[in-house]
């Protein structure tokens, strides 16, 4: 059932904006019927969902200024496919532009949403869930533009020092920042849109067969209760972990501490908040040219790491070819780059680490405007990290995540220049 936001509850007099910015809201439920296979782990058997700890939903944030639109949706699944993507717009009839998607990327959602032959860790090819999700998401899109109503824009940041931990270096990069978009509209409740890292695996860890949003659905019904709509989006999710996720705690006591901590985050960016002074909307989406898909886990390490990958050629084949179906991207991978005024939003594809994430950060911030950051946005193009990151020989404790992260730099490592250079040229 599609519920949008059409209720005064809680809304302030905030005056109108004289740039013609509207914003609506509306959420969904995408919770499955069980059992239901998951992804997020890799099985030679599928992992079967059977009891549900909390319930699915996507969100949508629709902006409309004139005639430009972006609507932002957001989906309690794993991975977000291209073929999701293009069917959504067209059930809209809409431009690609004009639809941001994204996943929490929790692993504890259903899979199924891209092409054979799936890896187990994306789950096998479901057409008709993928046809289904995608007429949902389109009239949850349809139902926040009929909640349209004038709004203001107010962005605010704050750091909840120690909330993750990188996952390939003991003393790796890491992105403890919240980042914080609201839209203030007169008469109704605050959309609250939720942009920070770390993988959403908890729930996973602690019971692989429960269906659940994780640590970003808690925040979300955090806010909920607080009489605030929310949507969030994880931006550095290559090498980041939230609070240690395989410690040896209970499952409520983990979802608690952690919505304690991601909604103090949240609260501390809402107390500095300052206006958009520009409320300008604009949205492109670009494709990124990329070599055939690979996969070299140790290469960047020298001339043993070449060796073992030579030696590891019929499993390497096995995944370029499961890669050139799943994951062909043949216009290019997706780069989608929108601007509210000051603030851009920059969507990828790829499962960002956290020093690819704060080098986009600090680029945009070193011309005078802030961002946020989405990792899977628009499709899905494995990881990636920052050039210089791959050649850091990984620790004890830290090798599997790293040759793992590095095997899965589907479209090659230099791609993080490339998106750093798009974005240079895009700001202008």
């Known amino acids: 059932m599609v519920e949008s936001a059409t209720d005064t509850t809680g809304g302030g007099d905030v005056g109108t904006s004289s740039s013609g910015l509207q914003a609506g809201y509306a ?68 431009q690609p532009q004009q639809l ?41 899109v349809q139902a926040a533009e009929q909640d349209l109503r004038p709004a203001r824009a107010r962005f605010g940041r704050a750091e909840v020092a120690g ?26 409740r605050d959309l609250v849109v939720v942009n920070a890292s770390g993988h959403p695996v908890v729930v996973s860890e602690k019971d692989p067969q429960l269906v659940s949003a994780d640590w970003p659905g808690e925040l979300c019904r955090r806010l909920e209760a607080r009489e605030q709509l929310p949507l969030f989006f994880p931006a550095a999710l290559g090498g980041t972990s939230p609070l240690f996720p395989e410690f040896p705690m209970e499952l409520e006591r983990h979802l608690q501490l952690l919505g304690d901590l991601a909604l103090q985050g949240v609260e501390r960016a809402r ?7 520009d409320e300008t909307l604009s949205s492109s989406l670009l494709r990124l040219p990329h070599p055939p898909p690979r996969c070299q886990a140790l290469s960047p390490l020298g001339l043993q790491g070449r060796l073992a990958d030579l030696a590891l050629w019929p499993l390497r084949s096995w995944l370029r070819r499961g890669y050139r179906r799943m994951l062909a991207h043949p216009g290019g991978v997706p780069l989608h780059l929108a601007r509210l005024g000051e603030l851009l939003l920059v969507g990828s ?19 005078g405007r802030e961002a946020m950051v989405a990792s899977l946005a628009d499709g899905y193009a494995g990881y990636l990290h920052l050039e210089d990151e791959y050649h850091h020989r990984p620790e004890k404790g830290f090798r599997f995540m790293s040759y793992y992260e590095n095997a899965l730099a589907v479209f090659g490592r230099h791609m993080s220049a490339g998106i750093l250079e798009q974005l240079g040229n895009w700001q202008g």
């Open 349 to 367: 594809a790829h499962e960002m680490g956290a020093g690819l994430v704060g080098e986009i950060l600090r680029q945009v911030r070193g011309k």
């Open 163 to 188: 909330f993750t931990s990188s996952r390939r270096r003991r003393f790796g990069p890491r992105d403890d920042e919240f980042r914080v978009l609201t839209m203030q509209r007169n008469g109704a």
């Open 27 to 94: 959420s969904s439920d995408i919770t499955p019927a069980l059992p239901v296979e998951l992804a997020g782990h890799f099985s030679w058997r599928p992992r079967l969902g059977r009891q549900v700890h909390d319930p699915l939903h996507c969100r949508v944030v629709a902006l409309r200024q004139g005639e430009r639109c972006l609507s932002l949706a957001s989906l309690d699944v794993l991975c977000v496919s291209e073929q999701l993507h293009r069917a959504i717009l067209d059930n809209l009839d809409r």
């Open 271 to 277: 107390e500095q908040e300052q206006p958009l002074g």
């Open 100 to 140: 941001m998607l994204l996943a929490t990327h929790t692993h504890s959602s259903f899979g199924g949403l891209f092409p054979s032959p799936g890896a187990s860790v994306l789950g096998q090819a479901h057409p008709r869930r993928l046809q289904w999700l995608a007429g949902l998401v389109a009239r949850t």
